[in-house]
């Protein structure tokens, strides 16, 4: 990977607190050029699997050179290790509890690193605000350029953590929701491998029929609809309403392919 | 319009999700060099009204060259244009759902043109997500000077909406209100065009009267005001208070002008 | 102090607003140039104590040169005066309502000046929108590097305000809480000045013992702990849990330590 400069943060730090601001304060102070900007800060506290997910939607829309900072960290100060992977596109900074497992995996990783050296770090340390000591320098200093091999030792293996797969049930695949957005649109884990795209009419949940669509349009406002999202998953919605809301929706809710006669 | 390189985003995305990220990518992507802002991403879900309410009072605080790009869009996937206008100093990108109307239909058009050219798009294409593939990366475009006639077919004519207007009752205008901000405080619909500005006293909402001020300071605190807001709307307030709360206003409360006897 | 041209935005004004835009808008005008980013814009509305303390956690974070506009301004439009303070290494602009004295209380002013001149100041006026019309615009200025000394009158004597201190009772410090984070962690004020470092074990809140940790990891999940936390501050937690929540604290909650016997 060669740096572009650009350096994304993503954590669950939340917009109340200056916690985001001290992490990009430590970025400039390592590096005043670094360009920096925020996927969101607002994941679930503590939720490792949710901020997996967000970064696994949207850090291959970045150009190639970019560098990632994922702080969600609920082991913060304990021994879990704070890593560089480096892959041929991209590079990831953040702890070793999963979050970083389910994009790098996919990826050709050059070089897993765990961050040991001072000179990788910023100039205060604490127990627990590992984003502005180690995380935030750490990113900036790989956005701009900075040779990765003396931040610290390789790393073996790395914790896993993966997305709930869906089930097979007689012979029918059972997904469930992965994830709710803002609008309460359901992105479920059923993707088109899955499935017999061919016959596929849409999604079954309690007594709900979603009719799969290519737009929201195709359907009348208010309506169930299901549709191949921006993502590659089976999302289901109501349109122009909030389908989480209204079915009570939750992770646990399955759904169930429907298939033309 | 000369671009200046600035790319303002205003959307219903909200702060939690990806969206805004994965737009910021695809910006990004087209234009490295771009210089990115936000107006705000927490419109109401689908509310054109309100996006469009919101870039009129600030569009024109920003230098001369910026572009904006506005995705506040619940019919993306269905048969709206996605629209470049381009006025004497400003660039707009959006849907053609009237959420540019308000304010293109007060400038000096020079362009309006549908986006049809794969080369202002992005690489990937969605039924949903028009904000990563079409209007990102067209504002990018637009943000680094390039020539916007290949884009696309010129554009006859968009979707009209307009805020909803005083109206005169016997001989007085009755106004409501447009928008609540954080503060809880009322802009109205009243601008000094409406009332006789000499005369004005304040205005009559429910039983309250809200006196004319020029500033909070000249009341109480905890006391209701009006006054000639930042944008030239007239706005309601309690001092230190929240005016919407308190009085439960909603944007169907009529108000009444009150003139010195 | 050298100015670096980074320029740092704090504010009550929220997220869902065209505010912070505006502001932003101006200090583009200003200074085409700058580089600007945000410490958060959600202070609770006319709470100077709160935008005083996040500035006061974070300030010293950020490379030497760095602008601060700080907007928490509930008596905008009445007699404060708008303020320019210069330290050896940082610049802060805000209103003189307290908001400013924590932090440069205990730095080196080189300047104090009350903002007059329009050079320092947007093209638009208004009674209620100073952030936008002489805030922004000055701070864009002064991270420019623009000479303080013709932007108004020296100040010799500006609004004080101070955090609440620990109280002595008997021989002890009883503390309180001066913040609550997003994770609903308790930041109280006692510093490590107010106590026997050497001989604390723990923190007393009501019935509940927190007792002292380097990191969360030393006790189990869900368990109370109190650890010095990055501010310098003694703080409380629950590990992985909200402890606010859980123990219903307010800012009024006395903390008392507990010592080893």
């Known amino acids: 990977m060669k740096a572009n400069g650009t350096l994304i943060f993503l954590t669950d730090f939340g917009s109340c607190d200056w916690y985001v601001a001290s992490m990009k304060a430590a970025a400039l102070t390592a590096n005043k050029s670094v360009q920096i900007l925020d996927i969101t800060h607002e994941i679930s506290p503590g939720s490792v699997s949710e901020g997996s997910f967000v970064l696994d939607r949207c ?24 890593l560089i992977i480096i892959t041929d596109d991209y590079a990831f900074v953040g702890p070793d509890n999963g979050v970083l497992y389910p994009v790098v995996n996919k990826l050709c990783i050059q070089h897993c690193i765990r961050i040991e050296s001072p000179e990788w770090m910023g100039k205060k340390t604490s127990n627990t605000f590992h984003g502005r000591d180690i995380f935030a320098p750490a990113g900036s200093h790989l956005a701009a350029g900075k040779s990765v091999t003396e931040a610290g030792p390789s790393v073996e293996s790395i914790v896993q953590f ?25 992105l479920t884990n059923l993707l088109s491998e899955h499935l017999d795209t061919q016959a596929l009419a849409g999604l079954r949940i309690g007594e709900t029929v979603f009719p799969l669509a290519k737009t929201f349009g195709e359907v009348e406002v208010g309506d169930p609809v299901c549709y191949w999202g921006s993502s590659g ?8 309403g909030n389908a989480k809301e209204r079915f009570q929706f939750t992770e646990n809710t399955t759904t169930e392919p429907v298939y033309e006669n």
Chains 1, 2, 3 share one sequence.
């Open 59 to 82: 850090y291959h829309d970045f150009p190639a050179g970019t560098t990632f900072v994922v702080v969600v960290d609920p082991g913060v100060g304990t021994y879990r290790s704070p």
């Open 162 to 186: 993966e997305f709930p797969k869906p089930v097979r049930q007689d012979s029918r695949m059972t997904g469930r929701f992965l994830y709710f957005d803002r609008f309460g649109n359901g």
């Open 233 to 240: 998953f089976l999302e289901v919605a109501i349109r122009d």
